[in-house]
C-alpha cells in the first residue's frame, strides 16, 4: 500500500438544505493515510454537514467524495466496515448497560475487538455494568469512541470527540487518538479545541461558512498570521523615540497607556533591532513579551477576515439562496 494513499478525498464538496441553503459550498481536501487531519471552524461552518458526506450519510448536492477509494454512500457495504464513526451526538439504547451496548454493536461489527479489550482502551472497564442512562456526559463520549473502534478501523471519524470530557479524559483521549495514529489509522477530526488540534492534527483545514477559508500544517497557518512585540515605554520615552518600525519590519503598533504592542512578520528582525535600540539607548523595555502568534489568534483572525469577505463579496447567502 502506498503511503502518500490519498485515504480521504473531497473535490469540490456542496451540501444543500431545504432545496437552497448551502451549507457546503466547494470543499477540496485529501488525508494521506495515517494521516490525522483536523477540520475547525465556526459554529455553523459546515463541518458536521461535510463529515456526514464522507462518512456516506448523505448525497453530496455537488462535488466527489473518495474514501478508501470508494463513494462511501453508493459503495457503503465497501467502506462501512473498515471505518469507525463517533458522531457528535451517540445514540444507545439507554436501558442497557455498558457492557450489553458494545456486545450489541459488536454483533453488527465484523472482525470486532473483544467488548473489555475495547472499554479498557476508553478508560470503562470498571463501569460496564453500569446501565447506559447513569453515565455520565463524557463517560457517553467515550462510549462512542469504544464503539468507533470496535472494528479496529483504518479510517476513524472523531466529531468532536472530547466535548464534555474533564481535563484528565481529554488527555486520556489525546493519547489514545495519538497510539491509533502510530498505528496507522488514518484521522479526520472536528473540534472546537484548538489546543486539541494544535496536540494531535499532522494538517488543518479551517471551514468558514461552508467554504476552506485556511489550510495547512499547524504552523503553516500560524506562520501565516503576524507576531506580536509589546513592552512598556521606559520612563520618558515616547512612541516617536523607538527606531523607525517599518525598517525593523514592523508592520504595525497600538498603544495602551505606556505599553506599545507591535505586530511583524519578521519576529526576529523586529526584535533583534528592538533590543539593540534598548542596549544602545541603556533602558529597559519593562514587560517584554514576544511572541508568534497561537493557533487561536490565527483562527479568530481567519473567520474574521473571511467574515468581511463574505459581506463584501458578491456571493453572499441571499444569492446563493436565490439559485
Ligand atoms: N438538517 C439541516 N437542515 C437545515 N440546515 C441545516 C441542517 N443541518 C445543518 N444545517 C445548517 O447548516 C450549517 C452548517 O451546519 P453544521 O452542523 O455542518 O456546522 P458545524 O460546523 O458542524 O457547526 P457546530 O460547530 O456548531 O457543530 C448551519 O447553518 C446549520 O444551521
Given amino acids: 500500500m502506498e503511503t502518500n494513499e490519498r485515504v480521504i478525498d473531497v473535490t469540490d464538496l456542496r451540501r444543500v438544505y431545504g432545496g437552497s441553503y448551502e451549507a457546503v459550498r466547494g470543499v477540496t481536501f485529501s488525508v494521506a493515510r495515517g494521516e490525522l487531519f483536523a477540520l475547525?471552524?465556526?459554529?455553523?461552518?459546515?463541518?458536521?454537514?461535510?463529515?456526514?458526506?464522507?462518512?456516506?450519510l448523505a448525497v453530496p448536492a455537488g462535488g466527489r467524495v473518495r474514501v478508501l477509494g470508494h463513494?462511501?454512500?453508493?459503495?457503503?457495504?465497501l467502506v462501512r466496515p473498515r471505518v469507525g464513526v463517533m458522531l457528535q451526538e451517540g445514540g444507545f439504547p439507554s436501558e442497557l448497560t455498558v457492557a450489553e451496548a458494545v456486545r450489541m454493536w459488536g454483533g453488527c461489527t465484523s472482525g470486532a475487538r473483544p467488548a473489555g479489550e475495547a472499554l479498557e482502551l476508553v478508560g470503562l472497564d470498571r463501569r460496564s455494568r453500569v446501565r447506559v442512562k447513569q453515565l455520565s456526559g463524557g463517560e457517553k463520549?467515550?462510549?462512542?469512541?469504544?464503539?468507533?473502534?470496535?472494528?479496529?478501523?483504518?479510517?476513524?471519524?472523531?466529531?468532536?470527540?472530547?466535548?464534555?470530557?474533564?481535563?484528565?479524559?481529554?488527555?486520556?483521549t489525546w493519547n489514545l487518538v495519538?497510539?491509533?495514529?502510530a498505528e496507522g489509522t488514518t484521522v479526520l477530526l472536528t473540534t472546537h479545541y484548538l489546543e486539541e488540534a494544535?496536540?494531535?492534527?499532522?494538517?488543518?483545514?479551517i471551514l468558514h461558512e461552508g467554504r476552506i477559508a485556511a489550510e495547512g500544517r499547524v504552523d503553516e497557518v500560524v506562520a501565516a498570521q503576524p507576531s506580536h512585540i509589546s513592552f512598556e515605554l521606559p520612563d520618558g520615552y515616547f512612541p516617536g523615540d523607538l527606531p523607525p518600525l517599518a525598517e525593523l519590519g514592523v508592520s504595525g503598533h497600538e498603544t495602551d497607556g505606556r505599553t506599545i504592542r507591535l505586530r511583524t512578520d519578521e519576529l526576529q528582525r523586529a526584535a533583534t533591532g528592538l533590543l539593540?535600540?534598548?542596549?544602545?539607548?541603556?533602558?529597559?523595555?519593562r514587560g517584554l513579551d514576544v511572541?508568534?502568534?497561537?493557533?487561536?489568534?490565527?483562527?479568530?483572525?481567519?473567520a474574521?477576515?473571511?467574515?468581511?469577505?463574505?459581506?463584501?463579496?458578491?456571493?453572499?447567502?441571499?444569492?446563493?439562496?436565490a439559485r
Avoid at 475547525?40 to 456516506?56: D, F, I, P, W
Fill in 40 to 56: 475547525l471552524g465556526t459554529n455553523g461552518a459546515g463541518k458536521t454537514s461535510t463529515v456526514e458526506l464522507l462518512e456516506g
Fill in 71 to 77: 463513494d462511501p454512500y453508493t459503495e457503503r457495504d
Fill in 141 to 172: 463520549r467515550r462510549l462512542d469512541l469504544a464503539l468507533a473502534l470496535l472494528g479496529r478501523p483504518e479510517v476513524l471519524f472523531l466529531d468532536e470527540p472530547t466535548t464534555g470530557l474533564d481535563a484528565e479524559g481529554r488527555r486520556a
Fill in 178 to 181: 495519538r497510539e491509533l495514529r
Fill in 198 to 205: 494544535e496536540e494531535l492534527a499532522d494538517r488543518l483545514a
Fill in 276 to 285: 539593540l535600540w534598548a542596549r544602545d539607548a541603556r533602558v529597559e523595555l
Fill in 291 to 302: 511572541r508568534s502568534a497561537s493557533l487561536e489568534e490565527a483562527f479568530l483572525r481567519i
Fill in 304 to 321: 474574521q477576515d473571511a467574515r468581511t469577505e463574505t459581506m463584501a463579496g458578491p456571493e453572499n447567502r441571499d444569492e446563493v439562496a
